[in-house]
């Protein structure tokens, strides 16, 4: 097996001068960094005493699962001979907030949005999805299913 090493720098920038001396005497504010690349503003969900104008971890996770999963279906397109020539997702997911304040996701459903160059190529385009889910190093790596409906479009004539 082969490994493959990842490190980012999530460095909290929400002490307001008195740390965490009470829950709301701190923001949530916070960067993520990869080095060479351009640093992400996060905070928790508005829900949590987040600021809703920066990334909230919950929408990092979403996005991680359908940014796999639009790889490799390109990727496996690409093989396939399929010319996608747009490809939109607006994915969706769903948290179960428990009594005790902690959660964890129970759904998360792709809505790929998928153009293709030519009406032959519908049928096999829609099913790799399957194949790219099966692929897909963070869809393998959540304890439950992710769900995909696709819709399927040909490049009209006038593009």
């Given amino acids: 097996m082969k490994n493959h090493h990842y490190k980012i720098t ?35 969900d508005p829900a949590f005493r ?19 999963h639009m790889l490799w279906y390109l990727h496996f397109c690409s093989e396939a001979g ?10 969706t997911g769903i948290m179960a907030e428990t009594a005790s ?10 809505h790929p949005t998928v153009t293709v160059a030519e009406e032959s190529m519908v049928e096999k385009a829609e099913q790799l999805h399957h194949k790219a ?12 299913p992710v769900k995909h409906i696709p819709v399927m479009l040909v490049k009209s004539k006038n593009h």
């Fill in 10 to 44: 999530i460095q909290w920038t929400g002490n307001q001068g008195t740390g965490t001396s009470g829950y709301r005497d701190y923001e949530r504010s916070h960067t993520i960094s990869v080095e060479n690349k351009a640093v992400i503003e996060g905070s928790s």
């Fill in 50 to 68: 987040g600021d809703k104008t920066k990334h909230n971890p919950e929408e990092m996770f979403l996005s991680s699962l359908s940014s796999c």
């Fill in 82 to 91: 399929i010319i996608v020539t747009e490809y939109t997702d607006e994915a």
């Fill in 101 to 110: 304040g902690s959660g964890h996701f129970t759904e998360v459903t792709l």
């Fill in 133 to 144: 889910n099966e692929y897909c190093f963070i869809a393998n790596s959540v304890n439950f």
